[in-house]
């Protein structure tokens, strides 16, 4: 399984970005996706999930601000970032919690991508 991200950049504070996500690779049913979030040093932490039926959970941070969503007949998963801030400046990365044939399933990541806010 794939997972390829793309959309970060550069962007002024209080603007916005779209980052999107798209996997491949797999006919298996994707459970959970996620967005994570790492600045060097620091351990990666989770920004956003959204299951298969759609519900969504936000770290406190980023609420009212960001809003993921998925497409599950493509396979993909977006986080539309507004009203960004300096603080929101990381690695973004996206995840899956892929169904394995034998029962379980399985986590895999995309490369990241780097989201730059400045003041």
């Known amino acids: 399984v794939q997972l390829q991200a793309s959309g970060g950049g550069l962007v002024q504070a209080g603007g916005s970005l779209r980052l999107s996500c798209a996997a491949s690779?797999?006919?298996?049913?994707?459970?959970?996706m996620a967005w994570y979030r790492q600045t060097p040093g620091r351990q990666r932490d989770l920004v956003a999930t959204v299951t298969r039926s759609g519900s969504t959970n936000y770290t406190d941070s980023v609420k009212g601000r960001f809003t993921i969503s998925r497409d599950n007949a493509k396979n993909t998963v977006d986080l539309q970032m507004n009203s960004l801030k300096p603080e929101d400046t990381a690695v973004y990365y996206c995840n899956a919690d892929v169904q394995r044939p034998g029962g379980g399933s399985r986590n895999y990541w995309g490369q990241g991508t780097q989201v730059t806010v400045s003041s």
């Open positions: 690779g797999t006919t298996y049913r994707i459970n959970s």
